[in-house]
């Protein structure tokens, strides 16, 4: 349909906004979708709403039908669509890719690489798939994930961005995905407690809307991580609780083991040792038969912290040096921060029972490491204990002006407990007791206040 060259503006009609609900109701389309599709795809072209109205209806007209405050007239709607190249009795919920959206999803959520990427190949060749505005912010939004997956975090940031400028076109479900993903990016970004905020704003939409057990389970589980990493430990518990429930229920090894691993820590937290060890165990008996490397690894690095805080050293060395079996050599960012992880872990436990050989042996290579994936936080970690056993003069200077300012800015609390600690000890050797009670009193104040840490989730 050609749109007529016009100097008035339409009047709207009542019979034909009776007409146009009729449609509506008959293609299938939510009420009022079509003035967040409208905005998405204005604003996707650049057009201002002058120029999506000009010769149409009215700019003021148009801000109310995309603020869904008016029901437009069936003729002004296909204009307006058709001024922005968009086929009107295209039905965004009977879309051929929604399935192919899903499934494609559902890959991502169970990690399944190869099959997530075969299906985004398979998606991106239908190309109508980007002119619909359902589909579209659902492929970007599970892009976003997707990326995650694929560890390119930079770009899931951009992708994340970008996607935001729609928020005010999103209709429930949208919504929930899109906090469930910010959850995530969130949880990336090491903004644990603003990741369970967006996780508990998407449990608020699945409320309201049809979820299936698949996301439920997955909700639950992400719960469960954000809130035992932001020390809401008794709500960490109850959500791998439940997720674990959901996920036996399905036969689904590898998320039960991911489960007891999240439990086997927050566990640890309570200092219930016993019921910790429980669970690494029965992580590790899953992971033995479902041949998951990652899932061993982690399970020896934190059985590895958990003999540590049981001052069990030499068994920690032990656990830590067995996870080394199981590093990943793909040497991607999160693989080689948990490399590093491990060897931090080695040089404290060494340095614990005075093996000065050995944490000198850890330290270098932790240096080495350092090369292909430098971390500022690594280097002064291994650069404080070689500063430490090399007794160097400078060490309560890079401690107290280098180190402790660095932590502070980052808000980790144990290691401006740990280093505390150490200038403590270091000035109390000099008999300068003054400043020693100093660092003293601010690594009690943390342990008191920060007493639940512990536990290593990658």
Known sequence: MKIPNRTCILKIDLQETKLFQILVDQLGVCKMEYGKVLRFHRVKQGLTQNQLADGIISPAYLSKIENDQTNPAFEVLEMLYERLGLDFNDSSYNHPSKDKLKEWYEAIVFKNKEEAHRLREELLQQKDLFNNHHMYIFFELYRIRHLLLENEVEKAYEAWEDIRQHRDTFDEEM????????????????DFEKSFQELMEAKNYSSSISISD?????????????????????????????????????????????????????????????????????????????????????????????????????????????????????????????????????????????????????????????????????????????????????????????????????????????????????????????????????????????????????
């Not at 490397?293 to 920690?316: M, W």
């Not at 060897?343 to 330290?363: A, F, M, Q, R, V």
């Not at 007794?391 to 144990?414: A, G, Q, R």
């Open 175 to 190: 919504e929930f995905y899109y906090h469930l993903i910010t959850g995530i990016v969130r949880y990336y970004q090491g």
């Open 214 to 458: 698949m996301d439920k389970s997955d909700l639950y589980y992400l719960l469960a991580l954000s809130t035992s990493q932001s020390h809401h430990v008794s709500a960490s518990v109850f959500y791998a609780d439940q997720a674990l429930e959901l996920y036996k229920s399905r036969y689904d090894l590898a998320r039960s083991a991911d489960c007891h691993i999240i439990q086997g820590i927050n566990y640890s937290k309570l200092k219930n040792y016993a019921k910790s060890l429980e669970n690494y165990h029965l992580a590790r008996k899953i992971a033995i038969q479902t041949k998951d490397s990652q899932q061993l690894k982690l399970v020896f690095i934190n059985i590895a912290v958990l003999e540590s805080r049981s001052g069990k050293h030499e068994s920690s060395i032990t656990h830590y040096k067995r996870s080394l079996d199981y590093v990943n050599e793909s040497h991607s960012t999160f693989d080689m921060a948990e490399y590093l992880n491990i060897i931090h872990g080695l040089i404290i436990e060494h340095y614990k029972i005075s093996d000065k050989k050995g944490c000198l042996e850890w330290i270098s290579k932790g240096k080495e490491e350092l090369d292909s994936l430098p971390s500022q936080s690594y280097y002064h970690h291994f650069e404080v204990y070689n500063k430490l056993l090399n007794v160097s003069n400078d060490t309560i200077d890079y401690l107290e002006n280098t180190v402790l300012p660095f932590f502070k800015d980052k808000n980790e609390h144990i290691y401006i407990i740990r280093y505390a600690k150490f200038l403590a000890d270091l000035y109390e050797q000099q008999r300068m007791y003054k400043k020693s009670s100093e660092y003293l009193r601010l690594a009690i104040q943390l342990l008191n206040k920060h007493s639940h840490l512990g536990g290593i989730i990658l």
